[in-house]
């Protein structure tokens, strides 16, 4: 049972370069969501998505967009990438949004470097 | 003010000790509250939730008090693999219909031998 995939687990871009970062969920699970982490600065929402067909902007939105595909995948695109936005990205996923005590569940998180 | 606040640490201990962690909130109408642990590296893992009435899982116990927002958590017979990153979450619940979760920024403990 694989959980939480995704992919790639490590990139290096230059700046202005685009690049979409996937997740995959195998736990049938409603809700999903991409952070970033950076030093000192703990865990950041960047969007979120309740269910299929539904996004949200969370507390770091731009620069980034995502797209839920389908009730499986959700996946967060850098449309020009800056400096900036070095950091580890994390997706995470939970049973459903509106029932407060849902841990997350997350991938192994991308590692990417904006030179 | 930060809506969820932790000792960064490190906390230092011998194996075998007792160390314990406390994180405050921000914001009286939270409703949920987790340990999560993140080893370096890695992505963070659920260690357990916090009840209000608080709850023991093993050597590990966790506490919730709300009058004065703080969670705890108490680790005993500390051994060399409890070394990690300890995160505090909540959930706000902004707007009462939401699983968006807080993390704190962790506190990390190194078990020495």
């Known amino acids: 049972n694989a959980g939480v995939t995704q992919t790639p687990k490590f990139q290096v871009l230059k700046t202005g370069q685009s690049m979409t970062l996937q997740c995959a969920q195998d736990m049938n699970h409603n809700s999903m969501y991409w952070y970033r982490q950076d030093p000192g600065m703990g865990l950041r929402l960047i969007y979120y998505s309740a269910s299929e067909g539904t996004t949200d902007k969370g507390e770091v939105p731009n620069g980034y967009n995502v797209s839920r595909l389908n009730k499986r995948e959700f996946s967060l695109r850098l449309e020009s990438a800056a400096p900036s936005q070095t950091s580890v990205y994390f997706c995470?996923?939970?049973?459903?949004?509106?029932?407060?005590?849902?841990?997350?569940?997350f991938g192994d998180g991308t590692r990417l470097s904006i030179l | 003010r930060k809506e969820v606040e932790q000792d960064p640490g490190p906390f230092n201990v011998p194996e075998g000790a007792t160390v314990a962690f406390n994180c405050t909130y921000s914001?009286?109408?939270?409703?949920?509250f987790f340990w999560y642990r993140q080893d370096c590296r890695k992505e963070p893992k659920l260690l357990m939730s916090?009840?209000?009435s608080g709850n023991e899982d093993g050597r590990f116990t966790a506490q919730l008090n709300r009058a004065s927002q703080y969670i705890s958590l108490l680790i005993r017979d500390s051994k060399l693999s409890d070394s990690a990153t300890y995160l505090c979450v909540v959930n706000p619940n902004y707007g009462g219909a939401t699983n968006k979760l807080i993390f704190g920024t962790g506190t990390l403990l190194a078990v020495q031998p």
């Open positions: 995470a996923s939970s049973l459903q949004i509106k029932v407060g005590n849902q841990p997350q569940h």
């Open positions: 916090v009840y209000s």
């Open positions: 914001n009286s109408a939270s409703q949920s």
